[in-house]
């Protein structure tokens, strides 16, 4: 009777360590058929397929990381314009709590009034500030909202490289089909070298051509275009019926004796030319996150449809701020201490110095004409880094980020800018921003000279 029980209980031990072993697999199995059900429907769609982690998130984990000096992400590490942060002071310790909710979807009335006013008087033609401007949530939403808004299935937009990394992903996601064409260095020494082959971008247009998109000043070359380059741009827009977009983020970012033309007010243009704008590259607070487009009424409204099931409304402090530095800056608009000229009468003592420090460290820099990028031949000092431990396809990557690792000073490849057919027209240049304090400047100086003795040893 006793062994009889014992081979019982072990029978039963037995049963029951396989029967758990059995229920843990079916629920491992259950659990894994689940969670691959979920993965299959629950994919990126498929008009996001191929979209990659931008340049802006790997860079800012290395950044965060290796902690180099940052001259690479477009922003200032200072607040140049008082007039805005007093503004915002303003509003912040008014007495008017309404400005603290929702205001109108379209753009704050006293900021669209502000901004109407504003481009009236540049473009020499009355803007309607109810159906003729919107405001954003950055320039990137204007953007998001004008590809979206007149982008349909198959239609063809042409992208000037190198370009902002956003353009491309919003044509695709909206269903369009980008086709590009680069800027060709046609001589050495400054943005104004990068020229379009005329021949090219006619070659480039066709009765499905939809939109072509031009950044002036350019980001990242600072490349300021002449009146005949946009004339040309113009009349093919006129032939085929195309609309222009046209980013002017860095509108006010111009050096003498450079001037920069709105497409909007050429012969013909103000018909078919949506233009975009920033507060933050207007008065250096890109923090602040507002943005605006302006044109035609007809065309707007697309926008509006885009904006509205999107954003709905901006920040309203924020748009009232912004409608007071606006107002007051307004007040000296031709005079030569205009407040929104400021700017880059700063920062071409900072251009001129960054200039300098990349020449003494052995690099070609290409003087910007407009923005506050530079762009720099590394090329030169190619034969004394050893660039082996980065695994990047494209030498610019792997240049800027050996750089980070090794040196402490943070730059972005250009190549980033390119298409794939193109990167390659990007991988001997770094970019670097200097919009930055004169004390960080001087640190990348010394960050410079430091690695240059030791290069030298």
Not at 75 to 102: G, M, R, T, W
Not at 164 to 179: L, Q
Not at 194 to 220: A, G, M, Q, R
Not at 366 to 377: K, N, R, S, V
Request: hydrophobic fraction near 40%.
């Amino acid at each position: 009777m006793v062994v009889r029980n014992l081979l019982l209980k072990d029978f039963l031990r037995s049963f029951l360590n396989y029967s758990i072993k059995q229920c843990t697999r079916n629920i491992r199995l259950s659990l894994a058929n689940a969670s691959s059900d979920i993965d299959d429907k629950f994919k990126l769609p498929s008009r996001y397929a191929g979209s990659e982690q931008s340049i802006w998130v790997e860079y800012l984990e290395l950044f965060l990381k290796y902690k180099p000096l940052n001259l690479g992400h477009g922003f200032p590490d200072y607040c140049s314009q008082k007039l805005v942060v007093a503004a915002l002071a303003e509003v912040a310790n008014s007495d008017n709590d309404l400005i603290h909710q929702y205001t109108r979807g379209f753009g704050h009335p006293r900021t669209v009034t502000a901004i109407a006013k504003l481009y009236s008087r540049l473009i020499d033609r009355q803007i309607n500030p109810d159906t003729e401007v919107l405001v954003t949530i950055g320039g990137y939403e204007a953007l998001f909202s004008i590809i979206n808004g007149h982008i349909d299935f198959g239609d063809e937009v042409i992208i000037i490289e190198p370009y902002f990394d956003c353009y491309e992903p919003m044509v695709r996601y909206a269903g369009g089909i980008s086709r590009f064409i680069p800027l060709r260095r046609a001589n050495k020494d400054s943005s104004t070298d990068w020229v379009l082959d005329k021949k090219e971008l006619e070659c480039l247009f066709n009765s499905k051509t939809k939109i072509i998109i031009v950044n002036t000043p350019h980001n990242p070359f600072g490349k300021v275009y002449k009146k005949e380059e946009l004339a040309h741009v113009a009349d093919l827009c006129k032939k085929w019926n195309v609309l222009c977009i046209v980013d002017e983020v860095y509108e006010w970012i111009v050096y003498e004796p450079n001037e920069h033309i709105r497409m909007t007010t050429l012969p013909g243009m103000w018909e078919r030319t949506i233009t975009v704008g920033s507060i933050g590259k207007t008065f250096g607070v890109t923090g602040w996150k507002m943005g605006w487009a302006y044109g035609p009424a007809n065309l707007m409204v697309n926008l509006q449809m885009v904006h509205q099931n999107c954003i709905y409304t901006g920040v309203a402090p924020i748009q009232e701020a912004a409608a007071i530095a606006f107002e007051k800056a307004m007040t000296n608009l031709n005079q030569k201490n205009c407040v929104f000229k400021s700017t880059s009468k700063e920062l071409i003592v900072k251009r001129n110095y960054m200039a300098k420090i990349l020449c003494d460290a052995g690099m070609e820099p290409l003087i910007p004409e407009g923005g506050y990028f530079m762009i720099a031949d590394w090329t030169p000092l190619e034969s004394q880094v050893d660039l082996s431990s980065e695994k990047d396809k494209f030498k610019d990557y792997r240049f800027t980020k050996w750089m980070i690792k090794n040196v402490g000073l943070g730059a972005i490849p250009p190549s980033a800018f390119f298409s794939q057919e193109h990167k390659y027209l990007g991988e001997n240049f770094v970019r670097y921003c200097f919009f930055k304090k004169d004390e960080n400047l001087q640190k990348a100086a010394e960050i410079l000279k430091k690695w240059k003795t030791e290069r030298n040893k």
